[in-house]
């Protein structure tokens, strides 16, 4: 009697259990795009969305720190305009003696040069930002571009070059000066925190879109395992089920044979 071996099981039934296995190990529903042509295309233009966008927030928050440096550094100006501020007046009361003057106008001098000192120094990865070295930085962003502006604080801009409080009279002169000092810087730090906010804005934008971009990505892409699994026991069952299908024909098959050649 002839033994008769098992016919093959459909390709579509490995086919569609190997997908669900490849499914599973890699979690994403679409590892080569014949699994998914359309949902390919969304899932790349989409990805290419999330990099830039990710790109664009690196370098927006690079510009926030770049105004922060800057900020630093301003605040340091304006505490030695206070402290000049509060030289000048001392140095205009009638109770003092000339030496006592001198030895108030060398710290006058004293931080005035910490005013130029700070202007010139005060740098972000060696950009200068507050001697007119850099008066504008470009932040790139996605489809478009941000610009920073960066005042000019040195004492030659703020308008205090040549300034004394060694008599009554240059002290008055000093305040002046001073106090449209302040008003210049008031004004400057007040851009910068324009800047920042509006650089923070971008961010928090940005992440938003990258977030509902990632979730939309995810749905289109990622493995729902739930389902994945359903669908690799009920392959499971059908080729079980095939097989002993064809187990059973073959037997038949043999059954009758044997009947004949009796």
């Known amino acids: ?17 190997l997908s669900s296995v490849s499914s599973m190990a890699s979690g994403s529903q679409i590892n080569q795009s014949s699994d998914n042509p359309a949902g390919q295309a969304v899932v790349s233009t989409l990805t290419s969305q999330i990099n830039a966008q990710d790109m664009a927030s690196r370098n927006a928050n690079d510009g926030i720190s770049m105004i922060q440096t800057a900020d630093a550094g301003s605040q340091a100006i304006n505490n030695s ?3 000049m501020n509060e030289l000048a007046i001392q140095a205009q009361n009638g109770t003092l003696n000339s030496q006592q ?68 009279a240059n002290a008055g002169l000093a305040l002046q000066g001073l106090n449209l000092a302040n008003e210049q810087m008031l004004n400057n730090r007040s851009q910068f925190g324009a800047q920042q906010n509006g650089l923070t804005s ?61």
Not at 1 to 17: L, N, Q, R
């Open 101 to 168: 003057r001198s030895m108030l106008n060398q710290e006058f001098q004293q931080n005035l040069e910490n005013v130029n000192s700070i202007a010139n120094n005060t740098s972000f990865n060696g950009i200068n930002l507050l001697n007119a070295d850099t008066s504008s930085v470009d932040i790139a962003m996605t489809d478009s571009s941000s610009t920073l502006n960066f005042p000019n604080m040195t004492i030659d801009s703020l308008g205090l070059s040549g300034l004394d409080i060694s008599n009554p």
């Open 202 to 262: 971008a961010v928090n934008n940005m992440s938003n879109q990258n977030l509902n971009a990632l979730s939309t990505r995810s749905q289109i892409s990622d493995t729902d395992f739930a389902r994945a699994i359903a669908e690799q026991v009920r392959q499971s069952i059908l080729n079980e089920s095939t097989v002993m299908m064809q187990a059973q024909n073959n037997q038949s098959r043999g059954n009758v044979l044997q009947l004949l050649g009796s």
């Open 1 to 17: 009697m002839a033994i008769e071996s098992f016919g093959p099981i459909p390709a579509s039934a490995y086919t569609s259990s």
């Open 81 to 83: 305009l206070l402290r």
